[in-house]
């Protein structure tokens, strides 16, 4: 990730089973409410196994109380209203995080293995949270900040209305004063965590499997569900290799990342 890890951030991360033990049980719901992934769509960033272990004893409190974005997330038939656009690009890789009404926040980071595109509904305290963060971004000069570069550049827009907002461009390698910094870290940590959640952010977890559905798992291969056992176990027969799997309904989110979409074709 492009975000600078400050000395207190250990204190800010934890493993995804700490994280999904925060959680509400996901709402159960079929194949159409699972997202189709991007052709070598990846579940998460991967956390180093030296990380993972010195990290197990830590919460996230970024995520909590967050739910899946599952379907539509129009309201009233309209499109949210962005309340913050985050955007960074350092040669070939590219972060993005937009934050709307009603809490919904989408990710979508390019240019490390595979892209990663999510969505979750963060709770109406955490929202107000963020954007009450950067609610001063208007008292931040853009002659103060160092200007981007060809390969580097970064954004930070706060809306106030349709179509009004407040925007700083920046070189995001170079020093920034501490009033942008402050305002960055609450937003660097929530990208952070979402691209490196596995529950949460995987609207496989609570997909209740039906023969005849097909998954991509985080192998970035096509499984389709051969049968169900009790409710409990289910087997998987890879469609492009001759692999057959078994997998318990509750942990189907560990191993695949959403259905065929792009990457069917």
Do not use: W
Request: hydrophobic share 40%.
């Amino acid at each position: 990730m492009l975000a600078v890890r400050r000395p207190l951030l250990p204190a800010l991360l934890a493993l995804p089973a700490l994280l999904f033990a925060q959680q509400q049980q996901p709402p159960t719901h079929d194949i159409t409410m699972v997202d189709k992934v991007p052709l070598g769509g990846a579940m998460a960033t991967p956390l180093p196994e030296a990380q993972r272990k010195q990290l197990e004893k830590y919460d996230l409190p970024e995520l909590a109380g967050s739910s899946q974005a599952l379907g539509s997330q129009l309201i009233n038939g309209e499109l949210r209203q962005t309340l913050v656009d985050y955007f960074v690009r350092v040669a070939k890789i590219q972060q993005r995080l937009s934050i709307f009404e009603g809490g919904l926040v989408v990710i979508d980071v390019r240019g490390a293995g595979g892209p990663i595109r999510k969505r979750v509904v963060i709770p109406a305290d955490a929202l107000k949270s963020y954007t009450k963060a950067v609610a001063s971004l208007s008292t931040i000069r853009q002659d103060g900040l160092t200007p981007p570069k060809q390969e580097r550049r970064a954004v930070l827009r706060v809306y106030s209305g349709l179509h009004q907002f407040t925007e700083r461009n920046f070189d995001p390698v170079a020093a920034l004063p501490k009033t942008m910094n402050d305002q960055l870290a609450p937003l660097r940590d929530l990208l952070r965590a979402i691209s490196e959640d596995r529950t949460v952010t995987n609207t496989v977890a609570g997909y209740m499997p039906k023969p005849g559905d097909q998954l991509v798992g985080d192998d970035r291969k096509v499984y389709r569900v051969v049968r169900v056992m009790d409710q409990r176990i289910v087997e998987l027969r890879c469609t492009s290799q001759p692999i057959s799997i078994y997998v318990e309904v509750k942990d189907l989110y560990n191993y695949f990342i959403g259905t065929t979409g792009a990457s069917e074709q």
